[in-house]
Nanobody
Framework: QVQLVESGGGSVQAGGSLSLSCSAS????????MAWFRQAPGKEREGVAV???????IYSDSVKGRFTISQDNAKRTLYLQMSSLKPEDTAMYYC???????????????????????WGQGTQVTVSS
């Protein structure tokens, strides 16, 4: 049974930093693409960053230069380091996995939510001005 469990959300003032973690289980972690998405109230879920099975990273333009996605395959854990946070970064943040047991995952774009087949429950990030 695949499980993704996020942690590390919270409240911070604009300009501050937060770090999110996502612990994964139930599948061959190292062959998946792992991503962070976010969804603000009344808005569609958007891709923030993805790291593929080769360790290549891709970011949305809105977070490039401020957020860093990384992972520890041995710990089966995905991370998102967020700095220079802005009020518009306020959202529920979700960890997602794109996993196919028959092939290693590679990405050239973050992609949309429908391209990921496993999701965590989300963790709230609130940035105040």
């Amino acid at each position: 049974q695949v499980q993704l469990v996020e942690s590390g959300g919270g409240s911070v003032q604009a300009g501050g930093s937060l770090s999110l973690s996502c612990s994964a289980s139930g599948y061959q972690y190292s062959t998946a693409c792992m991503a962070w998405f976010r969804q603000a109230p009344g808005k569609e879920r958007e891709g923030v960053a993805v790291i593929d099975s080769d360790g290549a990273t891709i970011y949305s333009d809105s977070v490039k230069g401020r957020f860093t996605i990384s992972q520890d395959n041995a710990k089966r854990t995905l991370y998102l380091q967020m700095s220079s946070l802005k009020p518009e970064d306020t959202a529920m943040y979700y960890c997602a996995a794109r996993y196919n047991p028959l092939m290693r995952c590679k990405r050239k774009v973050v992609g949309g939510p429908s391209e990921y087949n496993y999701w965590g429950q989300g963790t709230q990030v609130t940035v105040s001005s």
